[in-house]
């Protein structure tokens, strides 16, 4: 049972676009959810994270739109480079089960120039 | 400052050998995990423990035992390799934070391991 879920699995965007990435959760007692980064042949880093007691959280040219209601969160990332080529990972974790994190299956994103 | 370092980057097994993959963190975390990352599945938390002496099993803790002996180490151990293993695996760290399931996980660089 995939707790959390991510799509697309890949996504082609050019220079200047803006990438969206969208994930669904099932378990309503998650409280956290972050956002990872991974460059290939690294281990994954924390980029953004969002409470749900708000419905958006911007830094720089990332964003997280959140829906408490849908069970849905989604990351843009505007005027997308090609240094923004990389995995990214939706995460979710809640207090009760000891803040694991549970992550999404991932989304391998290429910039073009 | 090293953060968390893995042990090795790159190992072979062949089918029914046992190794250990190492696990070193130098940040005084609390917290530390094992994952795998396999493509298209994301990462599945194998096992976790919240402090020395302490373990548990995550998502998929077959095949694997681990132990917490110290704050800073927290190996992996695979007994009799089976192909179903063939993976990246990362070891993380987090600091407890006081604040609900805020966990702010640091990664190392992984270890590929393949099982023949």
């Known amino acids: 049972q995939q707790q959390v879920k991510q799509s697309p699995q890949s996504l082609i965007v050019q220079k200047g676009g803006i990438s969206i990435i969208n994930c669904a959760y099932e378990n309503t007692a998650f409280d956290y959810f972050p956002w990872y980064q991974q460059f290939p042949g690294k281990g994954p880093a924390l980029l953004i994270a969002?409470?749900?007691?708000?419905s958006e959280k911007k830094e720089g040219r990332f964003t997280i739109s959140f829906n408490k209601s849908a069970k849905q969160f989604s990351l843009h990332i505007m005027d997308s480079q090609p240094g923004d080529s990389a995995t990214y990972f939706c995460a979710a974790s809640s207090y009760n089960q000891g803040g694991k994190l549970i992550f999404g299956q991932g989304t391998e994103l290429s910039v073009k120039p | 400052n090293a953060g968390v370092t893995q042990t090795p980057k790159f190992r072979i097994l062949k089918i029914g050998q046992s190794m250990t993959l190492q696990c070193a963190q130098d940040m005084n975390h609390n917290y530390m995990y094992w994952y795998r990352q396999d493509p298209g599945m994301g990462l599945k938390l194998i096992y976790y423990?919240?402090?020395?002496?302490?373990?548990d099993k995550g998502e998929v803790p077959n095949g694997y035992n681990v132990s917490r002996s110290t704050t800073e180490d927290f190996p992996l151990r695979l007994e009799l390799a089976a192909p179903s293993q063939t993976s990246v695996y990362f070891c993380?760290?987090?600091?407890?934070?006081?604040?609900?399931?805020?966990?702010?996980?640091?990664f190392g660089a992984g270890s590929r391991l393949t099982v023949l």
């Open positions: 993380a760290s987090s600091r407890t934070t006081g604040t609900a399931g805020a966990n702010v996980l640091t």
């Open positions: 423990s919240v402090g020395a002496g302490i373990t």
């Open positions: 969002i409470r749900p007691d708000v």
